[in-house]
């Protein structure tokens, strides 16, 4: 598997309060993803990284912010949970061509 | 904009029998496209993928997939399918460009009777 950590795996949150998940990897690629996963919508792109400090939005990027300082670490974070955003979330990873996926978070909100 | 049909939600098929899912994307140029699998409570993993050249392209586990230009298709296949099989596959389109933000088809949930 490649070497990509996604912390916390499983998250309960209130309504409108702060989330951050974090997605670490240990490849040294230069692109990283956050993708939400939804029953009958496949895997959808919120935001992503192509390279330290450069991100830009993904499809679904309303009420999410991302951060990436250090090569290794891409943060999503949910500036103010809704329950429209349980889900769970997966992190990705490319060189540029095929991308390798983390676990997952599966992130509830209440 | 890049988009991925994936027509079947559900696919049931014997154990032993040869097995056929459908991908249907539209992209504006030549697409990276890729399969992955997803067991329940896993993440994906990648089957196999196309860039360019030859048109049948192998994978792991025994899986391959034919790209079809004329057909805006790429149907994954597999002779014989083990009960191990039973998972969620999904199709994917990138664009050829640095990035390569990838577009999901919605999945075909697989069944595999014993």
């Known amino acids: 598997d490649a070497g990509i950590t996604q912390s916390p795996r499983h998250k309960v949150t209130e309504t409108g309060t702060p989330v951050t998940l974090r997605c670490h990897q240990t490849?040294?690629?230069?692109?990283m993803y956050w993708y939400r996963q939804d029953p009958g919508h496949g895997l959808r792109l919120i935001h992503y990284s192509y390279g330290v400090k450069d991100t830009d939005k993904g499809e679904v990027s309303d009420g999410y912010s991302v951060s990436r300082s250090k090569t290794e670490d891409f943060l999503l974070t949910l500036e103010s949970a809704t329950s429209s955003q349980t889900s769970v979330y997966f992190c990705?990873?490319?060189?540029?061509?095929?991308?390798?996926f983390g676990q997952g978070t599966r992130l509830t909100v209440v | 904009a890049q988009s991925v049909t994936q027509p079947d939600i559900h696919i049931t098929v014997s154990e032993g029998a040869s097995l056929e899912l459908r991908c249907n994307y539209s992209?504006?140029?030549?697409?990276?496209l890729f399969w992955y699998v997803q067991s329940p409570g896993q993440g994906l993993q990648l089957l196999l993928k196309?860039?360019?050249?030859?048109?049948l392209v192998q994978g792991i586990k025994g899986f391959e997939a034919e790209f079809k230009r004329s057909q805006s298709s790429f149907n994954l296949r597999k002779p014989s399918v083990h009960w191990s099989d039973a998972a969620e596959y999904f199709c994917a389109v990138g664009a050829n460009r640095g990035g390569n933000k990838l577009t999901f088809g919605t999945g075909t949930q697989l069944k595999v009777e014993l």
């Open positions: 990705a990873i490319s060189g540029g061509v095929e991308a390798f």
């Open positions: 196309y860039f360019s050249g030859d048109t």
């Open positions: 992209y504006g140029a030549t697409p990276y």
């Open positions: 490849e040294n690629h230069r692109y």
